[in-house]
T-cell receptor
Framework: GQQVMQIPQYQHVQEGEDFTTYCNSSTTLSNIQWYKQRPGGHPVFLIQLVKSGEVKKQKRLTFQFGEAKKNSSLHITATQTTDVGTYFC??????????FGQGTRLTINP | DGGITQSPKYLFRKEGQNVTLSCEQN?????MYWYRQDPGQGLRLIYY???????QKGDIAEGYSVSREKKESFPLTVTSAQKNPTAFYLCATNIGTPSTDTQYFGPGTRLTVL
């Protein structure tokens, strides 16, 4: 079945450092979504990428969708303590249900 | 949270007991979902329903049951057949058109089976 692998599982950074999480699928995806879950909270939708090679930005967050539509990345520039949480990617193939990656838990040393 | 209510936030049960988790939404969304989250793992789909009186198994439906008698409600029963029921359970609806819809999650219920 479709699998979505996300790395790293954990990342600890100093405040102000950059952070990147990567998502890889075993199959070509029709779209990929990113969610953020704050500690003790629930996942909240951040963004969806649909086109091959697409790049989208939200302030300090940059999202990329690979040319082959099999991988994606989320990069945070100059992390802040408000960025703490777990970031999930979720891929979809055609009309099938979303498949979530394992998540990357980001902790930040202020 | 913002249209999806899951109660209670924390639930404790003894091993061997069935327990029902509630999920109510006032968003008028047709589709509803149940996910399970374990530490260090992503969200895994248990069941989903796209319309009243119809539901489909997800990837890990064994040991769970659902009903969808009303559009607003999609309760999940964790039965005694579920081997490892302790987890964080998230209910969700979806927003958008088919194949590009995104998930809108409730606040979740943390179930601990003692």
């Amino acid at each position: 079945g479709q699998q979505v692998m996300q790395i790293p599982q954990y990342q600890h950074v100093q405040e102000g450092e950059d952070f990147t999480t990567y998502c890889n699928s075993s199959t070509t995806l029709s779209n990929i979504q990113w969610y953020k879950q704050r500690p003790g909270g629930h996942p909240v939708f951040l963004i969806q990428l649909v086109k091959s090679g697409e790049v989208k930005k939200q302030k300090r967050l940059t999202f990329q969708f690979g040319e082959a539509k099999k991988n994606s990345s989320l990069h945070i520039t100059a992390t802040q303590t408000t960025d703490v949480g777990t970031y999930f990617c979720a891929g979809r193939r055609g009309a099938q249900k979303l498949v979530f990656g394992q998540g990357t838990r980001l902790t930040i040393n202020p | 949270d913002g249209g999806i209510t899951q109660s209670p936030k924390y639930l404790f049960r003894k091993e061997g007991q069935n327990v029902t988790l509630s999920c109510e939404q006032n968003l008028n969304h047709d589709a509803m979902y149940w996910y399970r989250q374990d530490p260090g793992q992503g969200l895994r789909l248990i069941y989903y329903s796209q319309i009243v009186n119809d539901f489909q198994k997800g990837d890990i439906a064994e040991g769970y049951s659902v009903s969808r008698e009303k559009k607003e409600s999609f309760p999940l029963t964790v039965t005694s057949a579920q081997k490892n029921p302790t987890a964080f359970y998230l209910c969700a609806t979806n927003i958008g058109t088919p194949s590009t819809d995104t998930q809108y999650f409730g606040p979740g219920t943390r179930l601990t089976v003692l």
